[in-house]
């Protein structure tokens, strides 16, 4: 979807998420990078937001609390983000499970550039040592899965300075631009990590249209009267 403010993508998410519950739309997933936003997952403490309302507002950072797991994160634009909607049962996997394949995906993804990132014991997400360079957040409604993964390209690392990333005291966030001397095409990156997101579920994926997502819904929510 390229670039897109966060509240319309978050929408999308949910109408899709209630289509796939009901059968009407299979799998998809969502690849997109977000205008600059700070959320706040479920167990999100508004005390890990660092900068004052007037800071993020004079930066053009908006605040949304969600209905994601985890605590407070940042996305904003360089960051890969990809919100799979995915029915488990039919993968036969468990939350757990989902969030590791997950994991394993964007582990995959930086071993093709050479960084030997690694999960860390007691926290979700992908860290390079002891520096975070993907979060994960999920919600699962009626055995369907929304929100997902970000994962930092190229980002504004300087933003991440107005927050206490996932809430963790300690942690530093870094990107794979800070990591390697030149940092990979967005494109080639999200075609990776789609690669490798398919295969770990089994999966074939067809590109569709933005238009035309759309244009399916819409015929859903007719025929279905599910949400518009």
């Known amino acids: 979807m390229g670039l897109q403010p966060y509240d319309p993508v978050h929408a999308l998410q949910r109408r899709l998420a209630e ?3 009901w059968e009407r739309v299979p799998d998809v997933l969502i690849l997109v990078e977000h205008e600059p936003v700070i959320t706040l997952g479920r167990r999100g403490k508004e005390e890990h937001i660092l900068a004052p309302a007037e800071v993020l507002a004079k930066e053009g950072i ?3 609390r ?3 797991g985890g605590d407070v994160t940042y996305h904003g634009p360089g960051q890969l983000v990809a919100y799979p909607i995915v029915h488990l049962a039919s993968h036969h996997l468990g939350i757990s499970e989902y969030m590791h394949l ?3 995906a964007i582990l995959d993804t930086l071993a093709d550039y050479g960084l030997a990132a690694h999960r860390r014991e007691g926290y979700i997400g992908v860290w390079l040592g002891l520096k975070k ?3 994960l957040g999920v919600r699962v409604a009626r055995g369907v899965t929304y929100h997902g993964l970000a994962l930092n390209v190229s980002p504004e690392m300087r ?3 107005y927050i206490i990333p996932c809430g963790i005291p300690d942690a530093t966030v870094t990107s794979i631009a800070r990591e390697l001397p030149a940092p990979p095409p967005m494109a080639e990156v999200k075609e990776r990590l789609t690669r490798h997101l398919a295969a770990l579920l089994g999966l074939g994926l067809e590109p569709i249209p933005w238009g035309e997502v759309e244009e399916r819904l819409s015929d859903l929510a007719e025929e279905a009267n599910l949400p518009g």
């Open 19 to 21: 289509a796939r519950r």
């Open 62 to 64: 908006l605040v949304r």
């Open 66 to 68: 969600v209905e994601r």
């Open 102 to 104: 997950l994991e394993q």
């Open 133 to 135: 360079i993907a979060s």
């Open 159 to 161: 933003h991440w300075g």
